[in-house]
């Protein structure tokens, strides 16, 4: 048997990805050790890996949040059902997913307490109390959390019973500040997902019937999986004064007159990671943006045991040059297990840089470095590591970011009949772009002939609809279909 045969037994097969997609998620999220099952049905618990990705998420998020002057709060997880009554549409959207309490301590409870899905009805109590004069606004908080929705069909990150997001709610003077802070947010939606998980995002606005349960206006960014099928990977809402009037959420203007505030809600969650997942990963396992890997450069000493000692302490010198870097550095020098099992290890759980160093680089004073997206392996001079592996680390970035993109380009479609998207549904995968005449009978036709939902109402088509795909009508606008998560 080769050594390239039983380096691979040392790694558990993955499900190919044109064999069954699904399947292959599963096995990538499993073996990398990302996540496993609770004993709740649709929950799961964030292993050290999976979680690490979140917190790099949490963090970059965080600090855009806060350069355009929003503020951290933490809001109580249980909502009086009375709350969920006084904005009608909002709690007849949520309502089929709400857990409830009804008891507590051994009694019943007087009023129920759903656990919260979204708290905007619980900051529009509290904004109704804090909120009292023009000079009180603008609010601008956001909320860290976990909530819960009580889904039929779950899976891994993408759809779960308990979540972890963030949710910002904002509250304003008037309609245009309002406005500029829904899409000021979902600005910095696209440039984190593009920028920070190399994730190219179609940005647009929501059709009414799949806008937010209470709002105006839902916008959102949605990402092509490799599968062809839609993620929605962000969301921003302009909420008017709808809550604003079931809370009481009133002010003095400054000509003493009692408004009502304009509010916004926005939101991503741990939804990203699946989507990261299913764009980027290959038969070979995850493939993780290097800005949120866990592990950016894996260190590989190899050699004879008689050079051991000598490579590993190399080793240890370069990988505290790194890490003083602030790079996101490991070294495996476990001497009972073989390099090439090491190497595909690495590449399956997705990490970006791979550094093998040997007793010959240790004389050239050299090392190599490996790319996990093109495989490239490059010779380096040990002088010059550090500016090395961030070039490395930003080319990965890159190369997965035109990678995606390219993806999207060659499974988007553009059709202008009914019939013509059932074809498309049916032999190919990806978006479908298409003329809506705005009525929602004609968006339901679509929905149950091709299972294809509206994901948004692109700011920039890349080319303009006439006609209704269904009635035929003059289109009203030209919107991006397709199947979804």
């Known amino acids: 048997m080769s050594k390239e045969s039983k380096d691979k ?9 044109g ?3 699904s399947r292959w998620y599963i096995d990538v999220i499993k073996k990398a050790d990302l996540m496993d099952y609770s004993p709740v049905r649709g929950c799961i618990v964030f292993k050290p890996d999976g979680y690490e990705i979140w917190e790099h998420i949490q963090a970059e998020l ?12 933490y809001f109580p997880l249980f909502i009086p059902e009375s709350f969920f009554q006084k904005e009608k549409e909002h709690v007849e959207g949520f309502n089929p997913e709400l857990p409830w309490v009804t008891e507590a301590a051994g009694e019943k409870l007087e009023e129920r307490l759903a656990i919260r899905p979204t708290s905007e009805t619980m900051f529009g109590h509290m904004y109704s109390k804090w909120i009292q004069s023009y000079r009180d606004l603008p609010v601008l908080i956001n909320q860290w959390a976990n909530v819960v929705r009580w889904e039929k069909r779950t899976l891994p990150f993408l759809r779960t019973s308990e979540f972890l997001w963030q949710e910002g709610h904002t509250a304003h003077e008037t309609e245009v500040e309002a406005r500029g802070e829904t899409m000021q947010m979902l600005d910095i939606y696209q440039q984190f997902v593009e ?39 962000g969301t921003s809402h302009y909420m008017g004064t709808n809550f604003s ?18 509010t916004t ?6 939804r990203l990671i699946g989507s990261l997942i299913m764009v980027h990963g290959d038969d070979r396992g995850l493939v993780l943006p290097p800005k949120v890997a866990p592990t950016q450069v894996i260190m590989i000493p190899i050699g004879p045991p008689k050079t051991r000692e000598a490579v590993v302490g190399r ?4 990988f505290r040059e790194l890490k003083s870097a602030g790079i996101r550095v490991r070294v495996d020098d476990n001497p009972d297990v073989r390099p090439g099992w090491k190497f595909n290890e690495y590449e399956m759980r997705g990490v970006p840089v791979r550094l093998e160093i040997g007793p010959r680089d240790m004389e050239n004073g050299v090392c190599v470095l490996v790319s996990r997206i093109t495989g490239e392996k490059k010779i380096v001079e040990q002088a010059n590591l550090t500016q090395e592996v961030q070039n490395m680390l930003e080319q990965v970035h890159q190369e997965m970011f035109e990678r995606a993109k390219q993806f999207r380009e060659d499974h988007f479609y553009s059709v202008e009949t009914l019939d013509e998207m059932k074809d498309s549904m049916e032999e190919k995968r990806g978006f479908t772009l298409a003329g809506w005449c705005g009525s929602e009978a ?3 036709t679509v929905k149950q002939e091709t299972g294809a939902t509206s994901r948004n109402i692109p700011f920039e088509p890349a080319e303009k609809k006439t006609k209704c795909l269904v009635c035929g009508e003059a289109a009203k606008h030209t919107v991006l279909f397709a199947r979804a998560y």
């Open 9 to 17: 037994q040392f790694v558990t097969e993955i499900t190919p990805q």
């Open 19 to 21: 064999e069954d997609f």
């Open 62 to 73: 965080d600090r855009r949040f806060k350069a355009t002057g929003h503020r951290n709060a």
């Open 195 to 233: 920028d920070y998980l190399a994730i190219p995002v179609i940005k647009g606005q929501k059709t009414p019937s799949e806008k937010f349960a209470g709002a105006v206006d839902t916008f959102s960014i949605e990402a092509m999986m490799k599968d062809g099928r839609a993620v929605q990977a």
């Open 245 to 262: 009037q079931a809370f009481e959420i009133q002010y003095l203007n400054r000509e003493n007159t009692l408004e009502y505030a304009h």
């Open 265 to 270: 809600s926005w939101g991503v969650s741990t």
């Open 315 to 318: 080793t240890d010198e370069l």
């Open 442 to 444: 004609c968006e339901d």
